[in-house]
């Protein structure tokens, strides 16, 4: 399938995601939703895709925010609507099993901000900006926004950029959790992909379960959490890629996973 908002380049294992939009700042509208949501089901049922590079086109924006002339438009039912669809697809690549890093090449503002917090990973270019900015559209964040900055920066430092609607550059970004590296942007792609081969090398069921015992954890108890992790721990323990991850260590020599 081609698409009109993204380009998609699957390659060696991983599946690069371009939001392709430049003219607007790769804003997403309706379409772009629509797009996102039918890739991320191309990635979950590819099993050559290991993991996944999200970025956007063009030197000035990762994704500048929502379609404003759309939201202009909407009332309480389809807004809450738009909402909810965007929610769903972002928690959908949130949980598709597979090592997402979103390489952020400029603005990532509102929509694209909850986007780049909904992958995994964050690389970001050293000229890029971040904001949570719908207060002051008199709106709040509709896609995660509210939910997942507090879990990356806390609640203080989340509030301050939700109220305030105020951006931050990518140190500041680093400085308080919300990207995971800053490096020049001409090294941008080749770092980020440098960061996901680092985690592909590692067992894909492993990283599939730890991925998935961090994201149930943090709405568990200690307790429950840790119930998860032990039970994840047994389950890698009857893989094929644990007795090859052991016996390559002990042998010292790489091993040669095989998701099994």
Avoid at 5 to 19: E, K
Avoid at 157 to 170: H, S, V
């Amino acid at each position: 399938m081609s698409y009109t908002t993204l380009l998609l380049d699957v390659a060696d294992g991983i599946a690069r995601v371009t939001i392709n939009r430049p003219d607007k700042l790769n804003a997403l509208d309706a379409t772009v939703i629509a797009e996102l949501g039918d890739v991320v089901g191309r990635i979950e049922a590819d099993a050559t895709i290991r993991g996944v590079l999200l970025t956007g086109a063009g030197p000035k924006a990762f994704v500048a925010g929502a379609d404003i002339g759309e939201l202009a438009s909407q009332g309480p039912v389809d807004g809450k609507a738009r909402a909810q669809l965007g929610q769903a697809v972002f928690r959908r690549l949130e949980r598709c099993g597979k090592p997402v890093v979103a390489a952020v090449n400029g603005f990532a503002l509102g929509g694209g901000c909850e986007l780049a917090m909904a992958c995994h990973l964050r690389v970001a270019a050293e000229g890029a900006r971040f904001g949570q900015p719908e207060v002051k559209l008199g709106i709040g964040p509709g896609y995660g926004g509210t939910v997942r900055l507090p879990r990356l920066v806390g609640k203080g430092r989340a509030l301050e950029l939700l109220l305030t609607g105020e951006m931050i550059d990518a140190a500041e970004a680093w400085r308080i959790g919300l990207v995971n590296r800053v490096v020049p942007a001409d090294r941008l792609l080749a770092e980020a992909e440098a960061l996901l081969r680092k985690i592909l090398e590692n067992g894909p069921l492993a990283v599939r379960f730890v991925i998935e015992a961090v994201d149930a954890g943090l709405e568990l108890s200690v307790d429950d959490g840790l119930l998860l992790e032990a039970n994840h721990f047994g389950l890698l323990s009857a893989t094929a890629d644990m007795r090859e991850g052991t016996a390559a260590f002990l042998a010292k020599r790489k091993a040669a996973f095989t998701g099994r």
